[in-house]
Every structure is written in structure tokens, then in C-alpha cells.
């Protein structure tokens, strides 16, 4: 019986254009799937530097985001299919170009700063209704953001640093009740954090850390401790213990051991970790509102929530603003360190 | 440079005995093999020397002094591991360095003496390269340089050829051997493939299942092995080995008797014969040909004997047997080894007085 002959050409030929095929359903799929996701953030940056008090020109918007999302969309499809670092950036750069000038065509005139004036007007709210309103309390927004800043930075410090050690200490110790301290580690995420606010809020109140920052960053350090200790403890568990033995037979001290040779490998673990636990910082709003009876400090999830409020009469540009200025630092966190939080799932998360 | 010993060392992991009373003294800038099957205790034994585990019971000495509870970093031994475990995050230069930077050691005598060591192993253009930008090999070479650079007492060598392919394995075998001659430095190397064992080292230590089975030269690992063990261990093809029992002076199999030198009481014992002492013959003990497989340079023969299967090689390239052909095979009665059944110990002064 003859074998029938086979057309390879005509079979590559045919994978070659289903895989093609594919490629481009998938690429439209997400395209529209990603337009709802994306153009809210569009809207409140045009927003910002467009609205004048009180109103939003929703032709202004639809015009604006009429340039900024193809302009999106062709620097998707741009990076996809450019491979070279260098064209990438000229494509980023040419477009952006174009983008810029069709904007000032189209929306050129309506363009202005004075929605971020909060930026330097310590007095906003003085400004707008007078100096009654808000009792004088309502603070300058750099206050906001340098408390923030310091419940981020300083909960974020404690817990990748505690983390630190407990992964290490758990990946490479075998002490007593070492698996019944892994399983309630687990455990501990099964209850939300806001099922124990008020078990926290007495804790606070009797401690007398009620109305100062050291409480929020005390809750939001414990908070993420337990996911935190069993991330780290997987990526130490991934750095091969014959490296360490061979530094302490090389002279090192265990604890010189660790600080050369076992940290810097589980570095991308560390800056992962710090990321997450910076955002969530920067992000808290129920424990820093729970934990104050007052306006003893404003952070600057509270700072925007009393500006989008009734109190101040809505002022639609001045909500989109603070908002851009408070999303953009997490915003640039994570798109400088993304690459670390993707190794997550892969060193990270195993028993 | 140091003198090493171990006495009656024991390490147990629970129920599990890894090293099981070890005995060893090592003459200062000896080379010396640990030889072994794969799980016999051979890791945990350099282990044990380095420090990284703490004996179960017995004693380590350095120089006479016992050093168990000396801590690992202040021993001063050199140790390339099965992995060689280099530094990921560092340069070959940092690697190097790295021993010397918990040492009095000014830097720029660290650097230079990084350099000597460098050029010793032949590595001296990698040294900005990070080790995941280098070849097997030359990983390899790295690790040893970093295990000698701070002058150890003690070298150490797990499985160092293991990961290589065979022609740099050749190269690699006798590299360490020259730089070792050249450092005079105390070297234990630990291997499963006797042919290492047998070309590089003075002495082999040869151990099963965390006992040391023989310590001797490779010439006397392979002429006298002391156990059967030992004797099925050491030499390729593996030596034929036919089971017995002395029956009044003779050598019994079945109804075959063959007259023994030496006096031995009746016992059974194992007949222990190497393929390279056997040959083709005019008289010798009839047999039959059953396999033939040529191996290149000579050629494996398998050949049923009324006592039973022995495997011989002939150095011609070319067959001169076939197949069911019926030979007589030659061996010199006093070639003849044997073992007691019940212990696997050789019985000295027994052989045979005739092979036919
Ligand atoms: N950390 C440990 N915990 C429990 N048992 C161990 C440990 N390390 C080794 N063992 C056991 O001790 C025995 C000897 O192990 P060892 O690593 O010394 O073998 P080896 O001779 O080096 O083998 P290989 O040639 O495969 O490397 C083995 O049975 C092993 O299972
Ligand atoms: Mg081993």
C-alpha cells in the first residue's frame, strides 16, 4: 500500500495563517475588552485639565479621548508587533508627537491648569466658600500626601523586613510546630482584615495610638504579614542551600552568608513584596478613617474623599485632578516594577 | 596543608545511618578518592569533614586536635560542591574574592593573588562574567579556584566531573591533578566512576552503604580486593565471580571438582576471576562461546563453563571465535581469587592449583 505524499508546504502554509488568524481575534478581543477599563482613565485626566467650575464639556471628553485612544491602540498594536527596543521608543515618541498635535487642534482651546491649583494653593477650600466651612481644618494636600507617604513607606519597611526574616527563618529552620505555624499562616487569610475592625479599633484605643499614624501602620504592617511571610518563604526555598554552606565554609558567618549571598538572590522577591505593600499603603482608606475620631490627621485617600464630598459643592475638575495626582505615584511604581511583581507566580507561591 | 583524621565517625539521620564508624588518616598533601555507589554516605562523609553537619558520635582531627565544634568558616577547607554552587549575583572576580574578604587579606594583595589563582585554572578572561554566562567546564574551574584561593588545609571534590561531557572530564581529570601536584594541597575527591578514582587519586577509599569496604592503592583495590564488593566494584568489564563450595581441598560446582592450593576448611565461597587474566588456549577448561561484543579496541567474550559463565577479552580486533564454538579457556590457578560466602571477606593464601 503507497504511502500518500504529503504537501508540506501547503501544510505549513495553512498553520502559518491559522496561527495568524488567531493572533489577530485575539488582539481585537482584548482591544475591546480593555476599552471600558481604559477610557475612565482617559475621561478624569481630560477632565482635570478641561472641566471649568462646576460643569464637564462632554464634547471636549469624547474629542479628547477620540485622539487618545487610537493613539493608545496603535502603540499596542506598535509594541506588538515591533521587536528592537529602539523602534519601540520611536514609535512611542512619534506618536505621542502626533497625539499632542491633534489634541491642540481639537481640544487645543480648553485646555488649562487651574484644576490643580490645590497643588499650591495651601487655602482651597478658604478660597471657595469662605473661611467657615470647613471649621479651617481641611489641610494644605501636601500634608495628605506626606502622611501617606509615611504610612506606605514606614508599614511597608516593617512588614518586608519582618517578612524577610520570618521566610527565612521558616525555609531553612526546622523548629518545633514548624508546619502547624505554616497552616495557621493560611488560615489567617481566610478572615478579612475588616471583619476585626473594631477588635483593632479597641486594641488602638487601649494602647493609645487612637488618632496618630502609628496606628494605621501598625494595623496595615500585620495585616499583610502572614501572605507576605509565605511569599518570601518560597523564593527562599528556590535559592539552593549548598550556595550558603559554600559561603560559610568560605568564611562567612550564617548572618554574612545571608546578607552576600542568600538576599541578593531573593531580590526580586523583596522588591515584589515592598510594591504590593507600598500600594496597599498608599491606597488604605477604612483603617486610617477607623482608627481617627476626628480630623487628627488626613492621609490622602480621606483628602479626596472630602473633596469629591457634598460639603464643597461638587467641583467635577477639581475630584479629577486630586485624583490624577493620587493615582500617579502607585501608577509609576508599578510601571517601573512590574516585571518583579510577574516573578510572583514564579518563584513565589508554593508550599 | 594538614593532617586529617577521622575516628570511628557515625552519622545517622534518624533511623537512616548515613557514615557508619569511619576510620581514616590522611598523610598531609595526600590525594585521595572516595569511591562509592550512588546514596553510600560519600557527600555526608566531606560534609562532615567540612563541617556543615556535626557528627552523630566520634571524633574529626586536624593535626592531632579534635575540631568537632570548630565552626565550618574557621576551618579553612576548600570544598567544590556537586552543583559548585557559585555565587549567582556576582562576577568570577567576586566569586574569587569572596573567601578573602573574611581574611586580613589587603585588597590589592587579594586582587593579585585572585589573578595567580585565575591563571592557574586557565580562567583569566572570565572574570567580569557572571556565572550564568559560563559553560560547564569553565563553572567548574571557577569553583576550584575559589575553593583553593584562600590555601586551604583541605580540599574537597563532590563529584566534581559529574556534570561534564567525556572528553572534558579527560581534560578536567588530569588538570586537577596537576594543580594539585603543584599545590601539594591535602585533596579528598569524592566519585561513583572508578576510572576517576583509580587514574587521579594515591589511595582509594572504597565504601558501601556508609561503611568503608577497603582503603588501599587503586593497584591494590584491583589485585587484592578485600571484599566482594570491592572486587565487583573496581574493574570494567567486572570481574567474573562463580559461586562454590571447598569440598576436602577441592573447589566444588555441581560434580566438577577442581583441586585447590592453600588449606581452607569447608565453607562456601565464592570464585572470583578477572576477564583480562583469561584467555584462549590448546588445554584449559572446556566451554562454549554464547556472546561476542566487540567493544573497539578489543573484543567481550561470554563463555558457559561446566562451572559456570565467564566473560574474557581478547586484544585482536578482529573475531577469531564465532558463535557455539568450543574453546578451552586459560587463566593462571594462582590468578584465582576467593571470597567466603557468609562475610564477602577474601580468604587469603586460597587458590586454585589448576585451572582446567
Ligand atoms: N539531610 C539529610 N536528611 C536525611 N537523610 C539524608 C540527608 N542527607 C543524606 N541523607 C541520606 O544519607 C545517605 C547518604 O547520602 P549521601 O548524600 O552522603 O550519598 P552520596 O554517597 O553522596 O550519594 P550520591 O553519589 O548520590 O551523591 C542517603 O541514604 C541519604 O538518603
Ligand atoms: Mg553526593
Redesign the pocket.
Known sequence: MAVATRDWNALARRSRYIRQFQNAVLISFLTVISIPVVLPFFWVLTISFSARTGGVESAVLWRACGVLVPAVIAYVVAHLTLKSVRRRLFAAAALTLLAMIALTVTVGNDLHLNNYRFLVNPNLVEDLRGAATAGGQFPWVWEAFFNSLAVAASSTLFKVSIATCCGYYISRYNFLGRSAYLQSLLILEVFHPWMLTIPIFLVIFWIGLLNTLAGPILVLTVIDLPFFIFIMKGFFDAVPWDVEMSAMTDGASRRQAFWHVVLPQVRSGIIAISVLGFIRGWEEYVFVTALRTGNSYWVMSTYLYYVADDVMGVDYGLVAAVSVFYMMPSLLLYMFLQRYLTQLTLGGIKG | MAQIELRSVSKH?GP?V?VDGMNLALENGEFVAIL?P???????TLFLLAGIYAPTSGDICFDGARINDVEPRDRNVGIVF?SYALYPNMTVLKNLLFPLRFTSVKSEEALRQAKAIAELVQIEELLERHPSQLSGGQQQRVALARALIKKPNLLLLD?PLSNLDATLRLTMRGEIKRIQRELRVTTILVT?DQVEATTMADRIICMNAGRVEQIGTPENLYRKPDRTFVATFVGSPPINLIDGHVRNGSFAVGQKRIPLSGSCRDADVTLGLRPELISVAETGLPSEITNIEPMGREILYTAQSEIGLFRFLEATPQPRMALEDRVRLHANPEDALFFEQETGSRIEGLSLAAFS
Open positions: 539521620w537512616t548515613a562509592g550512588s546514596g553510600c554516605g560519600k557527600s555526608t556537586q563529584e561513583h
